[in-house]
């Protein structure tokens, strides 16, 4: 019963180092999404999935890189980390609307400092 | 392109009180889905209602109710009795069946506290 799995939880990084936020899950879900989320800004979208392979920009991409070389795995990457990027992170995932059943289900977040 | 506004961010009231959060939105879809999830201080997004645009039927689950109504693009939210347990941040958000991506979009949220 994981539902969607977020690696790590919390992070501490340097400006200017690199990391990948990683998503699994395991419902079999076509699209999947990155979220980030800032004191009065609520939840942005950054980047998302339709599928396997497909990736698209959100509301707040820049900085940021995606990929979804698996259908259960939506990886988020930050190739040189800015004191900006300081925020929470949550990944989510759902069907195609107007199937049944349709709804998000979300990621615990990611936390992540940029010094 | 749609959107969420939560105009009210922090109410404060006192325990057993009744509030009301609300919710307005726009689209341009005819099919679309409304959600209201919870944040308490944990952390985590915890889901509590979905409707569809079809569906304006009144809803209440507990001392939660919810008002859709389509005249006035609102989506609004009633804690009747509150706890102080309902102190979290409330978010309203929508999702357009239409589009090519089912993307949420979220409103800003209400950060909700209730005084004991």
């Known amino acids: 019963n994981a539902g969607v799995t977020q690696t790590p939880k919390f992070r501490v990084l340097k400006t200017g180092q690199s990391m990948t936020l990683l998503c699994a899950q395991d419902?079999?879900?076509?699209?999947m999404y990155w979220y980030r989320q800032d004191p009065g800004m609520g939840l942005r979208l950054i980047h998302y999935?339709?599928?396997?392979?497909?990736?698209a920009k959100g509301e707040v991409p820049d900085g940021y890189n995606v990929s979804r070389l698996k259908k259960q795995n939506f990886l988020l990457g930050l190739e040189s980390a800015a004191p900006s990027q300081t925020s929470v992170y949550f990944c989510?995932?759902?069907?195609?609307?107007?199937?049944?059943?349709?709804?998000?289900?979300f990621g615990s977040g990611t936390r992540l400092t940029v010094v | 392109a749609q959107k969420v506004t939560q105009a009210q961010t922090e109410i404060s009231v006192v325990e057993k009180e009744d509030v009301t959060l609300d919710c307005v939105y726009e689209?341009?879809?005819?099919?679309?889905?409304l959600f209201w999830y919870k944040q308490p201080p944990s952390g985590e997004l915890v889901f509590l209602i979905r409707?569809?645009?079809?569906?304006?039927q009144n809803e209440i689950s507990g001392r939660y109710s919810w008002n859709f109504q389509k005249s006035t693009s609102s989506f609004n939210f009633t804690i009747t009795a509150s706890q102080v347990v309902d102190s979290a941040v409330y978010f309203c958000?929508?999702?357009?069946?239409?589009?090519?991506?089912?993307?949420?979009?979220f409103g800003k949220g209400i950060t909700l506290s209730v005084r004991p």
């Open positions: 989510a995932s759902s069907k195609h609307p107007g199937t049944g059943g349709f709804g998000y289900t």
């Open positions: 419902m079999n879900h076509e699209y």
């Open positions: 999935s339709v599928g396997e392979g497909t990736t």
């Open positions: 689209t341009r879809d005819t099919t679309y889905y």
């Open positions: 409707r569809n645009s079809f569906d304006e």
């Open positions: 958000a929508l999702s357009e069946e239409g589009g090519a991506n089912s993307k949420l979009t």
